[in-house]
Nanobody
């Protein structure tokens, strides 16, 4: 089906920038929408940014609007997340997700990467 591999997570100072990348492979039908989620221990996984690969429509969590940008490179089959003005509360494991229909509901998403750790301190 689909394989997703995240990269780019590191330790960064507050106010810094970071770019995460997700390398995707597999049938494009199963990647009609893609998203970035994040999770900290003891809390639910939350959606950070979403993109519809059919029309390019994007959606962001209120907590990251104006700071994060989701983008795709269809030629390279990658999904990126540019993160600027990072805050300590952005510290989390970041996951790439893909699905043919619903990329908003954690329980409905069919394909997940293993995650990449972002620490802002």
């Amino acid at each position: 089906h689909v394989q997703l591999v995240e990269s780019g997570g590191v330790l960064v100072q507050p106010g810094g920038s970071l770019r995460l990348s997700c390398a995707a492979s597999g049938d494009a039908y199963f990647r009609q929408c893609m998203a970035w989620f994040r999770q900290v221990p003891g809390k639910e996984r939350e959606e950070v940014a979403f993109i519809n690969n059919n029309d390019g429509w994007k959606k962001y969590a209120d907590s990251v609007k104006g700071r994060f940008t989701i983008s795709r490179d269809t030629s390279k089959n990658t999904l990126d997340l540019q993160m600027n003005n990072l805050k300590p509360e952005d510290t989390a494991m970041y996951y790439c997700a893909a699905d043919p229909w619903d990329c908003h509901s954690v329980s409905n998403i069919n394909f997940w990467g293993r995650g990449t750790q972002v620490t802002v301190s």
